[in-house]
Nanobody, 115 residues
Framework: QVQVAEFGGGLVQAGGSLRLACVTS????????HYWYRKAPGKQREWVAS???????YYADDVKGRFTILRDNVENTVYLQMNSLNAGDTAVYSC?????????WGQGTQVTVSS
């Protein structure tokens, strides 16, 4: 069975950087697409970034220029590099993996940006 797990969350200072990792285990039967979402308390879930099976990336306006999503095909891991973090980035970040008609979600990892 395919499972997704996120790593790398924690407490960082404003202006700092953090790298999240999304590890997908199991056989997805080929290439897959990854999405990063975040959910802040009292707010709706927000799409952050995505990377297609072909390596094409997309970003939400709020994070464009600060965040980078990338895939390490050798390690089969998708990363979210977050730079110039601010308080508005505080949220639970979740990774979603899709392949064919299937999808899987991780439990999320907490990112807290302090002033």
């Amino acid at each position: 069975q395919v499972q997704v797990a996120e790593f790398g969350g924690g407490l960082v200072q404003a202006g700092g950087s953090l790298r999240l990792a999304c590890v997908t285990s199991g056989d997805t039967n080929g290439l897959w697409t990854h999405y990063w979402y975040r959910k802040a308390p009292g707010k709706q879930r927000e799409w952050v970034a995505s990377i297609t099976a072909g390596g094409i990336t997309y970003y939400a306006d709020d994070v464009k220029g600060r965040f980078t999503i990338l895939r390490d095909n050798v390690e089969n891991t998708v990363y979210l590099q977050m730079n110039s973090l601010n308080a508005g980035d505080t949220a639970v970040y979740s990774c979603n993996t899709k392949w064919g008609p299937y999808e899987a979600w991780g439990q999320g990892t907490q990112v807290t940006v302090s002033s």
